[in-house]
């Protein structure tokens, strides 16, 4: 069983940059594809970026993208959301998502991932 934790989260003014890591581990913990998800108070989980297992692959929420950027390195067993000009709308619970899949796509669903970290909190003040 692998498991996810995130780390890098936390307070950030309007137009500044944070990066989100999320680290995996555990038995048989190749070919998993990766995503960051988000969440905030009242709202249902979102889609927020997804990268497959080898990075041959990426995609982004129109919400981020060309904000955001999605990565990894598989020689660490991490992954990375890098967020730049940040907004309030920004502010959410960011959860990493893993599934096992050699398939050179992302899905958007959260159903469709099988792993889950418990979160990291992002704060965008204005």
């Known amino acids: 069983q692998v498991q996810l934790v995130e780390s890098g989260g936390g307070l950030v003014q309007a137009g500044g940059s944070l990066r989100l890591s999320c680290a995996l581990s555990g038995r048989n913990s190749d070919y998993y594809k990766m995503a960051w998800f988000r969440q905030a108070p009242g709202k249902e989980r979102e889609f927020v970026a997804g990268i497959t297992w080898n990075g041959g692959t990426t995609y982004h929420a129109d919400s981020v993208k060309g904000r955001f950027t999605i990565a990894r390195d598989n020689v660490k067993n991490m992954a990375y959301l890098q967020m730049n000009d940040v907004k309030p709308e920004d502010t959410a619970l960011y959860y990493c998502?893993?599934?096992?899949?050699?398939?050179?796509?992302?899905?958007?669903?959260?159903?469709?991932?099988?792993?889950w970290g418990r979160g990291a909190q992002v704060t965008v003040s204005s």
């Open positions: 998502a893993a599934d096992r899949s050699i398939v050179q796509r992302v899905d958007v669903d959260p159903t469709s991932w099988s792993v």
